[in-house]
């Protein structure tokens, strides 16, 4: 009678197991195609914004740069309070902030409401350049100049 039951937990656990193996599988075979999708939209934009750059656009590299960390920011957040973020989203949702304290947008009421409660990161603890950035005087300037 033992040596049934033991049998039977035994079918069920390499079923069970088998049964999530598969799930497991068909999620990432979901999942792979759309980040495959978002990963060569990336390059393309990045790739225009190189060529802009390339042609002595600064002020429209800027502006696409611009407008893709904003709605990242923006996805990041997703409506989530600040505490239900990750440690990492938290950062990358600080350093946005940091940015745009210094170049404010000038048509994203919603990003700008959805960074208010995000704490400032100190600059010490940026990057170099983000470091550099955020400690330069603007002299009222918010975009950078053309070459």
């Known amino acids: 009678m033992l040596s049934r039951f033991a049998a039977i937990v035994v079918l069920a656990l390499v079923t069970f197991g088998a049964g999530y193996a598969l799930g ?6 979901q999942t792979m195609p759309l980040l495959a999708a978002d990963t060569q939209f990336n390059l393309a934009q990045r790739i225009e914004s190189l060529a ?3 042609l002595g656009d600064v002020t429209g590299a800027v502006a696409d740069l611009e407008m893709f960390a904003d709605g990242a920011a923006l996805n990041l957040l997703q409506g989530r309070s600040w505490a239900d973020l990750e440690p990492g ?3 990358s949702i600080q350093l946005a902030k940091a940015y745009r304290s210094k170049f404010p947008p000038t048509n994203n009421d919603t990003l700008v409401a959805s960074l208010l409660p995000v704490p400032v990161l100190d600059a010490q603890s940026c990057s170099p350049a983000l ?4 400690e330069q005087s603007t002299g009222g300037a918010s ?3 053309e070459p």
Do not use: E, F, T
């Open 24 to 29: 497991h599988r068909a999620a990432l075979g």
């Open 52 to 54: 802009k750059l390339r």
């Open 89 to 91: 989203v938290q950062r």
């Open 131 to 134: 470091r550099v950035l955020l």
């Open 143 to 145: 975009r950078p100049r």
